[in-house]
């Protein structure tokens, strides 16, 4: 196990690398830092001084060797548009995005394994049909255009939900979080629904779809003529082995939850590290969206060694040896 462990951990410090290369070289054409941060009336030496102060005159690998280099030590440089440290003004907003993350998470999961698990026993019925139709609203609107209509029947027509903002927070061991208020929670609920509506739909259409291929094996049947009763194979035996492709999914879905949590940010004006990446690259700020690159990188890299580790808890017939 050991050493699994080790061999996924230097296949993640690999992708870490090429992903903070390739946003590297992706960012060098995205526009001209130095000219928002002097504006259009300095001179050519100003912005030469600027440029050489900040390295942006040195080969692009020389620029990514050194920030990658730092970023190994926890030091993402500063940033561009508000001079601050990056991890510090990255960790001012994370709470705020794993928090988002984490209810839409519970929302996508719990619902999106219960209504899977219901349409695929209940195949036949009227309401299992009606929820396999309604999904579809799901996996077919794009997010912004679900969080926008979220905001005109709650927000604006029925006014039950805020439209905008985090609410109040509190403090949690130095972190503020809105989760643990009323009014913060309130303000959670649309954009939580928003984010999690795409994972919910596509998780309960993969336990469905899963659980009736078990469902049809001969292993299933032969339990069945041993006259075991219809709940211990539906729980017992076939959504046990339904378990390990859906957490892959599952795992994987979380990741994008964080990662694709820009847009939801932006509908609702969430202050998260979404909406801080889109400032971001308004403002050409390059070491804050090659840190949070990266950051979605080190999610996506953790949740993944997570979802393999998980596969052997389930199933012990998988060995490491063969991964």
């Known amino acids: 196990m050991l050493a699994f462990i080790i061999r996924r951990l230097a296949q993640a410090l690999l992708v870490l690398m090429a992903v903070g290369f390739v946003s590297f070289a992706m960012f060098k054409f995205m526009g001209d830092p130095v000219e928002n941060m002097l504006g259009q009336e300095a001179t050519v030496a100003d912005r030469a001084a600027l440029e050489e102060r900040l390295g942006l005159n040195d080969p692009i690998i020389v620029q990514y060797v050194r920030f990658f280099g730092r970023a190994l030590s926890g030091d993402f440089g500063v940033s561009y548009r508000v001079g601050l440290p990056?991890?510090?003004?990255?960790m001012e907003r994370l709470p705020a995005t794993l928090e988002l993350?984490?209810?839409?998470?519970?929302?996508a999961i719990s619902l999106g394994f219960t209504l899977g698990v219901y349409t695929a026993i209940k195949r036949d019925g009227y309401i299992a049909n009606f929820i396999m139709t309604t999904?579809?609203?799901?996996?077919?609107?794009?997010?912004f255009l679900i969080g926008v209509f979220?905001?005109?029947?709650?927000?604006?027509?029925?006014?039950?939900l805020p439209s905008f903002g985090r609410g109040d927070t509190r403090s949690f061991f130095g972190v503020d979080l809105a989760i643990l208020t009323v009014d913060g929670l309130k303000?959670?609920?649309?954009?939580?629904?928003t984010l999690g509506l795409y994972q919910m739909t596509l998780i309960m259409r993969l336990v469905r779809s899963e659980m009736l291929e078990v469902l049809r094996t001969d292993y299933i049947r032969f339990?069945?003529?041993?006259?075991l009763s219809q709940k211990t194979i539906n729980f017992g035996h076939a959504m046990k082995n339904t378990l390990v492709p859906v957490i892959t999914v599952t795992g994987l879905q979380f990741g994008s939850i964080v990662a694709f949590a820009i847009i939801t940010e932006s509908v609702f004006q969430w202050p998260?590290?979404?909406?801080?990446?889109?400032?971001?690259?308004?403002?050409?700020?390059?070491?804050?969206?090659?840190?949070?690159?990266?950051l979605?990188?080190?999610?996506?890299?953790?949740?993944?060694?997570?979802v393999d580790l998980l596969y052997f808890t389930i199933d012990p017939r998988l060995s490491v040896s063969n991964n």
């Open 223 to 227: 339990a069945r003529a041993r006259g």
């Open 187 to 193: 303000s959670m609920i649309l954009p939580a629904i």
């Open 296 to 306: 979605v990188a080190v999610i996506f890299v953790t949740i993944n060694l997570i």
């Open 150 to 160: 979220l905001i005109w029947l709650f927000a604006v027509n029925l006014g039950w």
């Open 101 to 107: 993350a984490f209810l839409s998470g519970v929302i």
């Open 86 to 90: 990056v991890g510090e003004v990255i």
């Open 272 to 294: 998260g590290v979404g909406l801080l990446f889109i400032n971001a690259v308004n403002f050409v700020d390059i070491p804050v969206m090659s840190a949070y690159l990266l």
């Open 135 to 143: 999904s579809l609203i799901g996996v077919s609107l794009p997010t």
